[in-house]
């Protein structure tokens, strides 16, 4: 629902109580959006594409050595 979103801009006077504006950037610009339905803009935005950070490789643990605490190292 748009009225608890942080893009709504309700209008001005008395039909600022059940309409409103979309400032989100991927909604269609300068469309009356009633407060009760919404205007899709969150449903409506696609997925970033990517399967995660691309800076970093994926750390794999698997390739770590374990071995056991020497007893005698004090």
């Not at 935005?45 to 698997?62: E, L």
């Amino acid at each position: 629902m748009c009225r608890d979103c942080g893009f709504f801009l309700p209008l001005a006077g008395s039909l600022g109580t059940m309409f409103g504006v979309c400032g989100n950037e991927m909604s269609a610009d300068g469309h009356v959006v009633d407060c009760g339905y919404g205007c899709g803009a969150h449903s409506d935005t696609p997925a970033p594409a990517g399967g995660g950070s691309p800076r970093y490789d994926p750390y794999d643990d698997g390739v770590l050595d374990v071995t056991a605490p020497d007893p005698d190292a004090d």
